[in-house]
Nanobody
Framework: QVQLVESGGGLVQAGGSLRLSCQAS????????MGWFRQAPGKEREFVAA????????YYADSVKGRFTISRDNAKNTVYLQMNSLKPEDTAVYYC?????????????????WGQGTQVTVSS
């Protein structure tokens, strides 16, 4: 079992930045690919970014490409999402997820473990 806890969310003005963290426990995340998803009110949970086991490969949704950066520190069992140039449409609950087979997956059903989420609100 892997337990994931997100932190770093909050209220920020448009154009600002936030850094989300996802702390894992129970098992080392070095054997998992990791992803970030988000869910806005009344909408489906959508893919944001993914990173492979080593951190050498990443993949982003078009809507965040060039603004968000996913990274990981396996020694700290932590994954990060640096979010810059935030827009009101980025407002959502952000979730961290772990995927055992290590690939860069964009489907939420491919992920095995999920955190509880952290709220990000971007004001205009």
């Amino acid at each position: 079992q892997v337990q994931l806890v997100e932190s770093g969310g909050g209220l920020v003005q448009a154009g600002g930045s936030l850094r989300l963290s996802c702390q894992a426990s129970g098992r080392t995340i070095s054997t998992y690919a990791m992803g970030w998803f988000r869910q806005a009110p009344g909408k489906e949970r959508e893919f944001v970014a993914a990173i492979n086991r080593s951190g050498a490969s990443t993949y982003y949704a078009d809507s965040v490409k060039g603004r968000f950066t996913i990274s990981r520190d396996n020694a700290k069992n932590t994954v990060y999402l640096q979010m810059n140039s935030l827009k009101p449409e980025d407002t959502a609950v952000y979730y961290c997820a772990a995927e055992y087979f290590g690939g860069l997956r964009i489907r939420k059903d491919d992920y095995d473990y999920w955190g509880q989420g952290t709220q990000v609100t971007v004001s205009s």
